[in-house]
């Protein structure tokens, strides 16, 4: 009789306790709900193609030709020649200078993992916006090294507090991530607080890392202002990609640009390179996007931002005729993040709401925000009238049990 031998649990790695993805969390319990026959209401995942949104056709087009003209190996670890030059003359048309390095990625989530593990040490600390897009946070978990959260005020517009900033700075602090336009809040961040924020980083010698994925979705037609145009001298990496102006999410394009005064960032820069030949490279075929879609036809973005304009006009009216809920407009993006004036914690809300009314939403713990608050992130890309049968939803169950 052959013996089994003593098993041993192989467990996870602690540095994970404190990675978190509330966005996917609840999607689960949506998931729940739909095997039993419910129908959900998802205002919680931004991904456009879920709803009324279509990739630009000339983008498909340069995907499947290179596919066909064999571009299915490996490609330079910084990226296809082509897509790397033409990211670069994007940010020199937003006046972008001393620009250091361009690379490509899967996606910005990739670009941001890679360039927070070039730089930070055990020990060390990064300034990150509360609320926030969980990734940050869930980046440096996964390598050991403290968040170090700074307060976006609700009252001024959802910018960031200026001075919350400069009182959080200490001698471990490394960089500061700054979004915008923002996810979760929407906000769209004046000229004179970016200039706060690159005056902040001038005087500790900080980098910045300049999140600013949404910045062809401005919902009122104000000018996006590249944080880096601002701090030629200064080290900042400005990431973007196709996934939310080009409706691409899938695809995992995005890409960093780093600027700065070329003698302070080259080891730096060095260092990302070395991660990046060590994955290899990002995806191949999809690089023959880029060029098409920063040089080519703009005429989508048009109809985006019109439709994406009337649902937030919708959803802060909604949210501000609703008892215990106020909202600031967002500017940018297709999020919005009100606030929630009720006894029981905002993760209750939103999952109560979604078993009661199958309205999926995200609790604002998910994101981070300031102490004794609470919110939920709202997703405005469905339709108007899903939108508006969620609102009705949401409106009833305030109803039921807050009145």
Request: hydrophobic share 40%; aromatic share 6%.
């Given at each position: 009789?052959q013996?089994?031998?003593?098993?041993r649990?192989?467990?996870?790695?602690?540095?994970?306790?404190?990675?978190?993805?509330?966005?996917?969390?609840?999607?689960?319990?949506?998931?729940?709900l739909?095997?039993?026959?419910?129908?959900?209401?998802?205002?919680?995942?931004?991904?456009?193609?879920?709803?009324?949104?279509?990739?630009?056709?000339?983008?498909?087009?340069?995907?499947?030709?290179?596919?066909?003209?064999?571009?299915?190996?490996?490609?330079?670890?910084?990226?296809?020649?082509?897509?790397?030059?033409?990211?670069?003359?994007?940010?020199?048309?937003k006046?972008?200078?001393?620009?250091?390095?361009?690379?490509?990625?899967?996606?910005?989530?990739?670009?941001?993992?890679?360039?927070?593990?070039?730089?930070?040490?055990?020990?060390?600390?990064?300034?990150?916006?509360?609320?926030?897009?969980p990734?940050?946070?869930?980046?440096?978990?996964?390598?050991?090294?403290?968040?170090?959260?700074?307060?976006?005020?609700?009252?001024?517009?959802?910018?960031?507090d200026?001075?919350?900033?400069?009182?959080?700075?200490?001698?471990?602090?490394?960089?500061?991530?700054?979004s915008?336009?923002?996810?979760?809040?929407?906000?769209?961040?004046?000229?004179?607080?970016?200039?706060?924020?690159?005056?902040?980083?001038?005087?500790?010698?900080?980098?910045?890392?300049?999140?600013?994925?949404?910045?062809?979705?401005?919902?009122?037609?104000?000018?996006?202002?590249?944080?880096?145009?601002?701090?030629?001298?200064?080290?900042?990496?400005?990431?973007?990609?196709?996934?939310?102006?080009?409706?691409?999410?899938?695809?995992?394009?995005?890409?960093?640009?780093?600027?700065?005064?070329?003698?302070?960032?080259?080891?730096?820069?060095e260092?990302?390179h070395?991660?990046?030949?060590?994955?290899?490279?990002s995806?191949?075929?999809?690089?023959?996007?880029?060029?098409?879609?920063?040089?080519?036809?703009?005429?989508?973005?048009?109809?985006?931002?019109?439709?994406?304009?009337?649902?937030?006009?919708?959803?802060?009216?909604?949210?501000?005729?609703?008892?215990?809920?106020?909202c600031?407009?967002?500017?940018?993006?297709?999020?919005?993040?009100?606030?929630?004036?009720?006894?029981?914690?905002?993760?209750?809300?939103?999952?109560q709401?979604?078993?009661?009314?199958?309205?999926?939403?995200?609790?604002?713990?998910?994101?981070?925000?300031?102490?004794?608050?609470?919110?939920?992130?709202?997703?405005?890309?469905?339709?108007?009238?899903?939108?508006?049968?969620?609102?009705?939803?949401?409106?009833?169950?305030?109803?039921?049990?807050?009145?």
């Amino acid at each position: 009789m052959q013996t089994v031998p003593n098993l041993r649990v192989v467990n996870a790695a602690t540095r994970l306790a404190n990675v978190r993805y509330a966005i996917r969390d609840m999607a689960v319990l949506a998931e729940q709900l739909t095997r039993e026959g419910k129908t959900i209401l998802p205002l919680n995942i931004g991904d456009p193609l879920n709803f009324d949104f279509c990739t630009p056709p000339h983008l498909i087009a340069a995907v499947e030709k290179a596919m066909r003209d064999g571009r299915n190996g490996y490609a330079p670890s910084l990226g296809i020649p082509e897509a790397v030059e033409a990211i670069r003359a994007e940010a020199e048309r937003k006046g972008i200078r001393n620009i250091q390095s361009v690379f490509l990625t899967a996606g910005v989530s990739e670009a941001l993992d890679i360039c927070l593990t070039a730089l930070v040490n055990s020990g060390e600390n990064v300034l990150t916006p509360s609320p926030e897009y969980p990734l940050y946070s869930a980046v440096l978990a996964k390598f050991g090294t403290q968040s170090n959260s700074y307060l976006l005020d609700e009252q001024n517009e959802w910018e960031p507090d200026l001075g919350d900033i400069a009182r959080k700075i200490n001698p471990g602090t490394r960089a500061i991530v700054v979004s915008n336009p923002n996810n979760p809040t929407g906000a769209v961040y004046s000229r004179q607080i970016l200039e706060g924020i690159v005056e902040l980083a001038r005087q500790h010698h900080l980098v910045i890392f300049a999140d600013e994925i949404y910045d062809k979705l401005i919902l009122d037609g104000e000018p996006h202002t590249s944080l880096a145009v601002l701090a030629p001298d200064i080290p900042v990496v400005t990431f973007n990609g196709l996934s939310k102006s080009y409706l691409v999410p899938g695809w995992r394009v995005g890409w960093g640009v780093v600027s700065g005064e070329a003698a302070t960032v080259k080891p730096y820069v060095e260092g990302i390179h070395q991660l990046l030949r060590a994955r290899l490279c990002s995806n191949h075929p999809q690089q023959y996007a880029v060029r098409p879609a920063l040089e080519g036809s703009q005429d989508h973005l048009a109809e985006v931002r019109g439709k994406l304009r009337a649902r937030r006009d919708l959803t802060v009216r909604a949210c501000r005729a609703t008892p215990h809920m106020s909202c600031v407009a967002p500017r940018g993006a297709f999020y919005a993040f009100p606030k929630i004036d009720i006894p029981d914690s905002d993760e209750q809300f939103v999952k109560q709401l979604l078993r009661e009314k199958h309205v999926l939403m995200v609790h604002g713990t998910g994101f981070g925000q300031a102490p004794g608050t609470k919110h939920v992130r709202i997703v405005f890309l469905p339709d108007e009238g899903t939108l508006t049968r969620a609102y009705e939803g949401l409106r009833a169950f305030i109803a039921e049990h807050y009145a």
